[in-house]
């Protein structure tokens, strides 16, 4: 079993910047993947960003609305996973979800991930 934590949720302007962290516990965190999707009202849930298992070094694969704006991260020490979003739109507006993949690839398929955490939301005010 793995739990997942997101924090760091809240209320922006357009062009602002937040931060989401999920804090893992329950299994060896280097061993799987890290994901982050969101879901809008209205919307299907989509993938925003993933971080591959720590295996040497770990790869990074973006949603094409998240490059050159989001950057996620993990620090293993911390069991925790990152994901600084900047220059923050109002259609980034939604509940975020962090992801856990055993299997340790960073893909974006949400039916891939074996675990989710509750979300945190994300307002961008235009």
């Known amino acids: 079993q793995v739990q997942l934590v997101e924090s760091g949720g809240g209320l922006v302007q357009a062009g602002g910047s937040l931060r989401l962290s999920c804090a893992a516990s329950?299994?060896?965190?280097?061993?799987?993947?890290m994901g982050w999707f969101r879901h809008a009202p209205g919307k299907e849930r989509e993938f925003s960003a993933a971080i591959s298992r720590t295996g040497g070094a770990s790869y990074a694969n973006y949603a094409n609305f998240g490059k050159g704006r989001f950057t996620i991260s993990r620090d293993n020490a911390k069991n925790t996973v990152l994901l600084q979003m900047n220059s923050l739109k109002p259609e980034d507006t939604a509940v975020y979800y962090c992801a856990a993949d055993l299997r340790g690839g960073a893909i974006s398929t949400a039916s891939e991930y074996d675990y989710w955490g509750q979300g945190t939301q994300v307002t961008v005010s235009s």
């Open positions: 329950g299994r060896t965190f280097r061993n799987y993947a």
